[in-house]
């Protein structure tokens, strides 16, 4: 296998990684701080993309259009997750996880519905915004240059999640309220208000991923599910609600994923759960992870 | 020491209206029309991997999301079998139990490792998993074509005989597991679930037990799937989705799953009200999803749990 081949290979897997970081650190955020595994968070991404190409498809913005369309359907999103938290899951709080579980499973059944009713079975796509349309020269081979927006977006929000959680008084009382909630609420801050703001930021995160993806492949129904799936084994193998966890968990599974699909494309997921199992059996609480308590 | 007592025999008193119910079933092909006893030969199939979900859940405290593995590749074995080597349909059956009860094996062994949240997730994943490989390996499994031509032998073709087959099957079953889980085996499950420390402290392996309850209900998710190809004439990869994983979760959560009856409640109040709700719109999902929220925030426990509970109140308020 030459050079070439490997190369190419590891740079998509790069690109599909920085996707998955994006998709994933909403959720690790959510549930490092709120303690609640948002299901739906994939389907938020996966509504993400459709009403950018709703935005993208009605304003026809020459050039800037994409980006326009990328910043409404986020902040739709975050909107989604604002009620979405206001209406369900603040009355979970205090219930089990179970409850909290399916709560969000009944919103990927009412959100797939949505986007069924309102744009229809079909795959959409749309073109790569300038200008990221061309390709890209590293070392002389050619590559896409959108998979580099896609990991340039990756590294910033790895630069933006790690200024707001390591470097304002935000992400001090996010990582206080990480280990100890009552503590918290106790030297006066809003719990309540904090979750919100998080789930509306995870929920942001998750629709700009949706968005961003849309001129990566197709946009259908069913993404959402994939998505998830492949986020989950970021996060348990980074280890859940870590933040350098997701971004080496996503590292690996695009990795995985891109030399598993060149090998043979049937088992590409096999590969990420190979991956995963061992982790499971050697650090079930992921590899940057704290054990439960 | 009177409470012990009654939990030791439990049903006993109950018998007069699983008899009755039983004699309802076996009535049911002479007096509703065969649309509806297709229906309720779904209710009954479907039913056993609601059971399959609560052993895990209501019993053990484990939340599965890939019961449908089990299910689907149970019924690609029967299906194969019967239609690329046409093998006997009785050794099919066990084939594709014991298939399912093998994967439980090898899942399990990963699962249990793990609680709550953690569990479900990788019973999904791994569920996602079996569903994208038979979905992808077209030349082995015919991809999203699914299998057609799964039928029965001759004595069960006709929808009437092979409707009083899966009620046999359904009530052998059904007792069978009713005695696992009343057995010193079911106690300790409940035990795993309510307490663990304490469970491991008594000695008791949780990882084992935890195993072997993982590879019986796959076994019933097996069941249920080597009973519904033939049913159904085929089988498509959709039978290991994770929406079908996701029906014996709301049939549970429906009927109640810290019951013994309440998942199959749940799954023939779905199964027929699905029926009912197919013959005006096509958005089944949102119905039921809006449902699960409704029960989650108005009836915690289910249907039949929230019953037992009222019904334990009046008892406790007449002492």
């Excluded at chain 1, 896409?144 to 935000?170: D, E, M, Q």
């Excluded at chain 1, 106790?186 to 208000?193: D, E, R, S």
């Excluded at chain 1, 959402?224 to 933040?243: H, K, P, Q």
């Excluded at chain 2, 039928?151 to 069960?156: C, D, H, N, R």
Aim: glycine share 10%; charged share 10%; aromatic share 18%.
């Amino acid at each position: 296998m030459s050079f070439d081949v490997l190369f190419n290979q590891f740079m998509s897997g790069i690109a599909r990684g920085a996707l998955l970081f994006l998709v994933a650190s909403g959720l690790s955020l959510t549930f490092g701080v709120l303690r609640v595994l948002n299901f739906a968070h994939g389907s938020i991404y996966m509504l993400g993309a459709f009403v950018t190409y709703s935005i993208w498809k009605y304003l026809l913005i020459p050039v800037v259009g994409f980006y326009v369309a990328t910043i409404l359907a986020s902040l739709t999103m975050a909107g989604v997750g604002l009620l979405m938290e206001f209406f369900l899951l603040r009355r979970l709080y205090s219930r089990g996880w179970p409850e909290q579980l399916l709560a969000t499973y009944a919103v990927i059944l009412i959100l797939t519905d949505i986007v069924k009713w309102g744009w229809g079975g079909e795959f959409l796509s749309i073109p790569r915004p300038k200008p990221f349309t061309g390709a890209v020269f590293l070392f002389g081979f050619p590559f896409p240059s959108y998979n580099f927006f896609i990991i340039l977006l990756g590294l910033a929000l790895v630069v933006f999640l790690w200024w707001l959680v390591y470097r304002t008084r935000l992400g001090d009382i996010i990582r206080a309220a990480a280990s100890d909630r009552e503590m918290v609420s106790a030297l006066g801050i809003p719990i309540p208000w904090l979750f919100t703001w998080i789930f509306v930021l995870g929920s942001l995160i998750a629709g700009l991923s949706g968005a961003v993806s849309a001129p990566f492949g197709a946009i259908r129904l069913g993404m959402d599910i994939e998505i998830i799936v492949e986020c989950f084994a970021v996060v348990v193998i980074g280890g859940m609600g870590s933040l350098p966890g997701t971004l080496l968990g996503s590292f690996i599974v695009g990795q995985v994923y891109s030399f598993g699909i060149m090998y043979k494309p049937e088992l590409a997921l096999a590969f990420i759960f190979i991956v995963m199992a061992i982790v499971l059996i050697i650090r079930p609480w992921g590899i940057f992870g704290r054990p439960e308590r | 020491m009177e409470r012990m007592q009654t939990e030791r025999n439990p049903g006993i008193r109950n018998q007069w209206w699983l008899a009755l119910l039983i004699a309802a079933a076996l009535f049911a092909p002479f007096v509703i029309s065969e649309f509806y006893l297709a229906i309720l030969g779904e209710a009954l199939i479907m039913s056993l991997l609601a059971l399959s979900f609560n052993l895990l859940f209501g019993y053990m405290g484990q939340l599965s999301f890939g019961q449908a593995a089990f299910y689907g590749l149970s019924g690609y074995t029967v299906a194969m079998l019967l239609t690329k080597v046409h093998f006997n349909f009785w050794l099919s059956i066990l084939a594709g139990i014991l298939m399912a009860g093998i994967l439980g094996l090898i899942i399990g062994f990963f699962c249990v490792r793990l609680r709550g949240i953690y569990f479900s997730i990788l019973t999904l994943a791994f569920g996602q998993l079996l569903f994208f490989v038979i979905y992808k390996w077209h030349n082995f499994t015919g991809g999203d074509d699914g299998i057609q031509g799964v039928f029965p032998p001759e004595a069960l073709k006709s929808p009437v005989n092979y409707y009083f087959f899966i009620v046999i099957v359904f009530i052998l079953a059904t007792f069978l597991l009713w005695r696992i889980v009343h057995s010193p085996f079911g106690y300790i499950l409940k035990s795993m679930r309510d307490n663990p420390e304490r469970t491991e402290f008594l000695g008791i392996n949780i990882g084992r037990y935890q195993l072997i309850a993982f590879v019986i209900a796959a076994a019933y998710a097996g069941l249920a799937g080597a009973l519904w190809a033939p049913f159904y004439r085929s089988i498509a990869p959709f039978a290991l989705m994770w929406i079908k994983s996701g029906e014996p979760v709301m049939a549970a959560i429906l009927g109640g799953p810290t019951t013994f009856f309440g998942p199959i409640f749940g799954m023939f109040l779905m199964t027929f009200f699905h029926a009912w709700v197919l013959g005006f719109t096509v958005y089944w999902p949102v119905i039921m999803g809006a449902l699960i929220l409704v029960i989650i925030f108005f009836l915690p426990g289910g249907i039949l749990g929230f019953a037992q509970e009222k019904w334990k109140a009046r008892k406790t308020s007449a002492k």
